[in-house]
């Protein structure tokens, strides 16, 4: 995708800054204005970043469904986007919210408070 080509905009990486603090709740917030403003297809990819922060939001909440649910979701509008797309490692957020899904998928409803934190993704940024 062309779109993919460009500089992250200023609010990708404001919320990206905010998505990696673990301030999830406010990634929200800031990927949000973005992907509503954005009318091309690359407004999928905020929305799946997004998304996977919100996961991690429900997580802290120990609401596993929604965990789940944003997880899987937020990881299929980022698929498209792969390997890479406005500097952002798709691929590797991709595969590490995999692996928070599998262990959260394993913990179950009744365990969530055990979950690994080490194993919340960050949001790394491709050198040009």
């Known amino acids: 995708m062309s779109d993919c080509a460009e500089s992250p905009p200023p609010l990708l990486l404001e919320g990206i800054a905010q998505f990696n603090r673990g301030e999830y709740f406010e990634q929200h917030e800031t990927l949000e204005l973005l992907w509503r403003a954005e009318p091309r297809d690359v407004r999928r990819l905020y929305q799946g970043i ?33 390997p890479r797309c406005q500097g952002v490692d798709v691929e590797a957020l991709l595969a590490d919210a995999a692996a928070a899904l599998t262990e959260v998928e394993r913990l179950g409803p009744d365990r969530l408070a055990d979950f690994d934190w080490h194993l919340a993704p960050a949001v790394r940024l491709c050198p040009p």
């Open 50 to 82: 997004l998304q996977i922060g919100v996961a991690f939001h429900h997580l802290r909440r120990l609401n596993h469904h929604g965990t789940v649910y944003m997880l899987t979701r937020g990881a299929r509008y980022l698929a498209p986007f792969a």
